[in-house]
């Protein structure tokens, strides 16, 4: 079981994301905004975070940023973030490919589309892990 932030101020999707990784046996906690994502993660850290692009108070790419650099401040390998948008134009896209997400995802997607998006970077950062402890 994975600990997955999911953090998108669109309720059908934030539900849609929520029950979707919970059908597969994952810890879910939902945010309607980022605005408190960052002082979390100084006291809590997920195993991956779902991130929709445009939010009312901060927007995915910023909070993408923001993650990053916090993990390279501390040294500790980058959370994996699937950013989410409705979006589909090419500047949105740019934007968010040069935040460097784990995985960039188009709405509408469907719930099955989503767990199979998120079991496989779990599974991708897992087995890195593994080979990075190996040495």
């Not at 046996?25 to 692009?53: C, K, Q, W, Y």
Request: glycine content about 4%; proline content about 3%; cysteine-free.
């Amino acid at each position: 079981m994975a600990k997955i932030w999911v953090v998108d101020d669109d309720l059908f999707y934030r539900k849609l994301i929520s029950e979707a990784l919970r059908e597969n046996n994952h810890e879910v906690v939902a945010m309607h905004n980022g605005m408190n994502l960052i002082e979390l993660l100084t006291e809590s850290r997920p195993d991956l975070i779902v991130l929709d692009v445009f939010m009312a108070q901060k927007g995915g790419i910023d909070l993408l940023l923001d993650i990053n650099q916090m993990m390279e401040t501390r040294g500790e390998e980058r959370i994996p973030v699937i950013v989410i948008t409705g979006d589909d134009s090419a500047d949105t896209e740019l934007a968010v490919r040069k935040a460097k997400p784990s995985r960039f995802m188009l709405k509408p997607f469907s719930k099955e589309e989503i767990a199979e998006a998120v079991n496989y970077l779990l599974s991708t950062y897992e087995r890195r892990s593994r080979r990075n402890e190996a040495g």
